[in-house]
């Protein structure tokens, strides 16, 4: 069965089955912030909505991270790493891409396994 939550006509923001959980890709609700700023707004979503399905950044499987500017790939790892629970690192990729709106400079999207 698939479950899916927080959802409109466009979009769910997560998706469950199979044991797995999926999430859409989160932006920073208040993108006034910097990088760091945004990165940490989109990782307390991430927490939220992977608590919603049952699972943690424990049990996460990978992730996907764009970022507006490489030149502020530094900012961005580093409250990533204060975040993620490095005996559970995830497979990860980062690439640099234009986002959906100017003032957004990163998105980040992961795949767990529920808890």
Known sequence: MIQRQ?????MSQLV?????????GQVAKDPSED?????RQILAQIDAL???AGSDKQHLISANIWVSDIRQFAQMNEVWDAWVDSDHAPVRACVESRLARPE????IQVVAAKA
């Open 6 to 10: 927080h959802s409109n006509q466009r």
């Open 16 to 24: 469950s089955t199979a044991g797995l959980v999926w999430t859409a």
């Open 35 to 39: 990088m760091a700023g945004q990165t």
């Open 50 to 52: 992977l608590a919603d």
């Open 104 to 107: 957004l400079l990163v998105e």
